[in-house]
């Protein structure tokens, strides 16, 4: 008989190992419809600001990025900025419109498919009341001398959109009022002068075409949407959809240059609770019925946080947009690229950046996500698993799309500090897949993944000793790593019973997307 010292010795261990033996399955049936999957995921996507969507390498991520992912539309700030040269005042004191590069930028958007979530922003020097302004790029976020100027600027570029792209084109785009007015930094008026600015700029597109959909208040932290709805009821302002915005970490709204130490957010419900809050705010107000878009989110809100180019990030992104459902109409990450300059051009090829892909056009694993989502099914299974999507298309072909997510950050770490490392993923057992109710016949297996070393360009980077600067070879060498095409397809065969199954190893914060189509 063991003494009875070691035998709470062996108990106390037994209790600290992580409790990752048990093995996960998915059980799904491809007859047991839940419905349309929804465009949550892809309708909009960020972008840094107008003027770096003039740049040959943003266009080319862009159309690859669409290519990939899907995404429909697309919002950045800065299109009234004074580097896309729209407004000045002559020394006569009269007014100049100019569209030109707002008009080069929205043809090349419009040729690849892409629309604009217009974002209404900043407010150009001529035009404003101070000199305060935001970002390295010198945003203006003060309110305007004159509303009314400001109105028939915006009435302006409504009737050149029309009248360039037709009405029945504009009448599928949205226009947002601002960015996240609730903060200093980016207005520095008050909640009433942004009701007001808001009110003006509405009135202008109405009167170009009433079908136009405006909306706002674009808030930090999931603010403003009562009174946003409150106001734009008791005044009889238009408000086809409210916008807001949230970010995965505990503290603080801005940060662009990462000197603060974010840390990751322990909450499960973490930028998914505000949009459930959001929801239910909009159901007991007098617009119940109102769209709720998110036209930023993210793990992090600073460009200088390394979750975003971890191989933790792509489970991330899915567990919110699984909790998410279909809360909110639409789910913006922010950004797609690290060509993105609030705090300047950056001097790293990997540093943090919001991208799904780096200045240098590496894919991070996030960018996987979007992807893998973008190759299920447009019917969505019934499921009980929290953590993975099914789906069927018309032929009777079968996707299935499964994550882990682990919050694996220490306490008393920052990210700055712990996601910069070679982080190995702990095994957490067998992920088993099962479907029934599948045509019989020959089909075949495509197996993706990304996670640990599986499409991770930046552990690759890690291992290079992150220099600061890549040369063409290394940047093709990362790369190759990571492509998202599948590693394994296989033929398989399912039977008269209508079932297939399949083990896969599964560890932290692991990604599968398992596709089953079918032979000619």
Do not use: C
């Not at 896969?504 to 990604?511: G, K, Q, T, W, Y």
């Amino acid at each position: 008989m063991l003494p009875k010292s070691l035998l709470s010795f062996l108990a106390g261990a037994l209790l600290a190992l992580p409790l990752y033996a048990q093995d996960r399955a998915i059980n799904v049936d491809a007859r047991a419809i839940q419905g349309p999957l929804g465009s949550v995921h892809n309708l909009v996507i960020g972008a840094g600001r107008a003027n770096e969507g003039l740049r040959a390498d943003w266009q080319q991520q862009l159309a690859e990025v669409k290519r990939d992912a899907g995404f429909r539309y697309i919002r950045f700030h800065g299109l009234l900025s004074d580097d896309m040269g729209v407004y000045k005042v002559d020394a006569q004191g009269k007014e100049h419109y100019n569209f030109q590069y707002i008009d080069a930028l929205y043809d090349y958007l419009l040729g690849i498919g892409v629309k604009p979530f217009v974002e209404l922003g900043f407010m150009p020097t001529a035009m404003a009341s101070g000199t305060k302004t935001i970002f390295w790029w010198r945003g203006n976020i003060t309110p305007p001398r004159s509303y009314e100027r400001w109105e028939a600027l915006v009435k302006a570029l409504l009737e050149h959109w029309t009248r360039r792209y037709g009405a029945d084109e504009v009448a599928t785009w949205y226009f947002e009022v601002w960015n996240e007015p609730n903060l200093d930094l980016f207005w520095s008026g008050t909640q009433d002068d942004y009701f007001k600015l808001y009110t003006h700029a509405a009135r202008a597109i109405k009167s170009v075409d009433r079908r136009y959909r405006v909306g706002g208040p674009a808030t930090a932290g999931a603010a403003w949407i009562p009174e946003m709805i409150a106001y734009a009821d008791k005044n009889k302002v238009p408000l086809d959809f409210v916008s807001t915005h949230s970010y995965g970490v505990n503290q603080g709204f801005l940060d662009e240059y990462g000197t603060q130490g974010t840390v990751l957010s322990k909450d499960e419900w973490a930028v998914s609770g505000d949009v459930l809050k959001n929801r239910k705010e909009i159901a007991a107000s007098a617009m119940p019925r109102l769209d709720l878009h998110y036209t930023e989110w993210s793990s992090s809100y600073t460009p200088s946080d390394p979750t975003h180019d971890s191989y933790h990030q792509p489970a991330y992104i899915l567990t919110k947009l699984k909790q998410v459902g279909n809360a909110a109409q639409s789910m913006s990450y922010w950004v797609f690229t690290d060509i993105f300059e609030e705090a300047g051009p950056r001097f790293q090829a990997f540093h943090g950046g919001f991208g799904l892909m780096n200045t240098q056009g590496i894919k991070k694993p996030a960018y996987f996500a979007y992807q893998f989502l973008n190759q299920l099914g447009p019917t969505e299974l019934k499921n009980a698993d929290q953590r993975s999507y099914a789906t069927v298309d018309a032929r009777g072909n079968v996707q299935v799309l499964a994550w882990d997510y682990t919050q694996t950050l220490p306490e008393g770490i920052n990210n700055q500090q712990y996601f910069i490392k070679d982080l190995p993923a702990r095994d957490k057992g067998k992920l088993r897949v099962q479907v029934d109710g599948i045509k019989p016949g020959a089909y075949t297996l495509s197996l993706s993944q990304v996670g640990y070393r599986k499409n991770d360009a930046f552990t690759a980077y890690i291992d290079m000793g992150s220099p600061s600067q890549l040369s063409r070879q290394q940047v093709a060498s990362l790369k190759s790593l990571a492509t998202g095409k599948p590693q394994e397809q296989r033929k398989e065969r399912v039977g008269a019973d209508g079932r297939f199954s399949l083990a896969l190893p599964l560890r932290e914060n692991d990604v599968y997307l398992l596709r089953l189509t079918r032979s000619n």
